[in-house]
């Protein structure tokens, strides 16, 4: 009964490192959601997904890049991160394509970039 | 103008107060709506959603929408300490269904003992 699970939990990278942020999902969930978290800014969308190989950019997704090889995994990378991408984010899974379907959290990662 | 909007407070109310949080919205075409509820350092976790104008009861949560004046509120009756988080406010923009919703900056309740 993992749900969604999230790795690492906490990371602190230099600028300009290659950063990947892990997310996996039990539930057969067929969308996929990244978001950051910023204080003023609440939750923002960065990229999300609504099948396997199918992507698509949200609010925020310059710097970002996502893949979707597996209905299960969603990893979100950081090509070279930047002190502006310090955030946590949070990883979420939909079961369908239903307006009022529940969106699932993960425990989400705290990255830092220093 | 943010597309949704909440005072970032924090809401102080006492223990077995009812709390009123409130949440605006820019886009007129939005179709449904959503509470979230954060614990300081934990992910979100949805405690109701709403698409249809008047009010919806679950529990000692009660949430009201207005699409006129583009507002949706929730109320918590009888608050806990426990209830003490971040309320988000969401907003689903989506009108075939997708869900891509737009968040507010959310607004902290205090529930004293």
């Known amino acids: 009964d993992a749900g969604i699970t999230q790795s690492p939990r906490y990371k602190i990278t230099e600028t300009g490192r290659q950063v990947t942020l892990m997310c996996h999902q039990t539930?057969?969930?067929?969308?996929m959601f990244w978001y950051r978290q910023d204080l003023g800014h609440g939750l923002r969308l960065i990229y999300y997904?609504?099948?396997?190989?199918?992507?698509d950019k949200g609010e925020v997704p310059d710097g970002y890049v996502v893949s979707r090889s597996k209905t299960e995994n969603f990893p979100l990378t950081l090509e070279s991160a930047t002190r502006s991408q310090t955030s946590v984010y949070f990883c979420?899974?939909?079961?369908?394509?239903?307006?009022?379907?529940?969106?699932?959290f993960g425990e989400g990662s705290w990255l830092t970039v220093v | 103008q943010k597309e949704v909007e909440q005072n970032s407070g924090p809401l102080s109310v006492p223990e077995g107060a009812i709390a009123s949080l409130n949440c605006t919205y820019s886009?007129?075409?939005?179709?449904?709506f959503f509470w979230y509820r954060q614990y300081s350092g934990k992910s979100p976790e949805l405690i109701m959603f709403?698409?249809?104008?008047g009010d919806k009861e679950d529990g000692r949560f009660t949430a009201q929408l207005n699409k006129a004046s583009q507002y949706v509120s929730l109320l918590i009756r009888d608050s806990q300490p426990s209830d003490s988080a971040t309320y988000l406010c969401?907003?689903?923009?989506?009108?075939?269904?997708?869900?891509?919703?737009?968040f507010g900056t959310g607004t902290r309740l205090l529930v004293s003992p």
């Open positions: 709403i698409y249809s104008n």
């Open positions: 997904s609504a099948a396997a190989d199918i992507t």
């Open positions: 886009d007129r075409g939005s179709q449904s």
């Open positions: 539930w057969s969930h067929s969308y």
């Open positions: 969401a907003v689903n923009r989506g009108n075939t269904g997708f869900q891509k919703l737009v």
């Open positions: 979420a899974s939909s079961e369908s394509k239903g307006g009022l379907d529940t969106i699932y």
